[in-house]
């Protein structure tokens, strides 16, 4: 069994949004051609997607080549839209949760899903969480490394991982809104480097700002291997440890206690870089994950895994499927 806990998936169509909420910033659809769409922005390519991240038969097809037997859906990170007017926010999430619910409910043994909130109006992504999971069916939701001005540390955000621990809500936490500009504007740095570093402050965010602590039972899985934190967990440690004037202000706990209460997914595209990962966050946390279906993803998903000669085949298992059911709180049984 393979369970992909990272692939993303969009409506075929949606309103035009600039007519509905009246103003510009949003991202819509232009079907130019058959099996392949532009993602618009202002009047602007942002990136052109094929039919596999909107027909979910497409998507089927796909996953039964290559092996894949769930994939759990999230929307583009692009469409988070915590820069826009809250209300707005909540309608064009509850657009993208209803069409997901539908995909799930027509696919339940292939597809699970995980909604998306207006997380800059905090009471407002409580209620869109209590209805993802209470009426949708979703075992959690997809939230982005920061809000905004808040990183995932803030106060503010409280109520939302209340919420998530009394509902049993996982969070996958995906980069976005990274700099694009400067010397960050070449060479697809925004992807190659700009992720990792905003994966990496989420984290960073939530242990010293004392999120593990205040919210025990909260499930949290960050996606891309938890970008640079695996391999500079030893920096981070051993700084809060020689200026806790700077880095235990909120938190007085070395961080290296919290290896092994959250999850990344596996997607390190690196033999090295996947046995330190699952060494560090713990055996029993990496989840596969494949960014499907796009280009810096795994293109053969579990391939990296299956690959490892020193893992076996129950730790392999544990990766590719085991660790996922118990991030989502699902059992084997119903996805056999």
Not at 114 to 124: C, K, V
Request: net charge negative.
């Amino acid at each position: 069994m393979r369970i992909d806990i990272h692939s993303h998936i969009l409506p075929k169509e949606w309103p035009d949004l600039k007519k509905r909420y009246g103003y510009g910033g949003w991202v819509q659809l232009d079907h130019h051609c058959k099996g392949q769409a532009k993602m618009m922005k202002d009047g602007k390519v942002f990136r052109v997607i094929q039919e596999n991240c909107w027909d979910p038969e497409v998507r089927i097809k796909e996953m039964d080549l290559s092996g894949v037997t769930v994939q759990v859906l999230s929307t583009v990170p692009v469409m988070f839209s915590y820069w826009a007017k809250p209300q707005d926010t909540l309608d064009l999430a509850q657009i993208l949760n209803n069409d997901l619910a539908a995909t799930v409910k027509k696919y339940p043994k292939r597809f699970i899903g995980l909604g998306t909130l207006p997380l800059q109006a905090p009471d407002l992504a409580v209620k869109e969480m209590h209805r993802c999971v209470n009426e949708l069916g979703f075992p959690g939701v997809q939230i982005g490394s920061h809000v905004n001005e808040w990183d995932l540390n803030a106060p503010e955000l409280y109520d939302i991982y209340a919420a998530a621990e009394q509902l049993n809500c996982c969070l996958f936490v995906h980069p976005w809104d990274m700099q694009t500009d400067g010397r960050m504007s070449k060479y697809w740095f925004p992807w190659l480097i700009g992720m990792p570093a905003e994966t990496t402050i989420a984290i960073c965010s939530m242990i010293m700002g004392g999120i593990f602590e205040k919210f025990p039972k909260l499930k949290v899985c960050f996606a891309h291997g938890g970008g640079a934190f695996p391999y500079t967990v030893g920096r981070i440690a051993h700084g809060f440890n020689m200026r806790p004037d700077l880095c235990a202000v909120d938190n007085k706990v070395d961080p290296r206690k919290y290896l092994g209460s959250f999850y990344t997914d596996s997607l390190v595209h690196d033999h090295g870089a996947l046995r330190l990962l699952t060494s560090v966050i713990g055996e029993d946390k990496v989840i596969l994950g494949t960014d499907y279906p796009f280009p810096l993803g795994e293109l053969e998903p579990g391939k990296l895994i299956d690959s490892m000669e020193d893992f076996d085949n129950k730790l392999k298992d544990k990766l590719k499927a085991g660790n996922a059911l118990e991030f989502l709180g699902l059992s084997r049984k119903q996805f056999e």
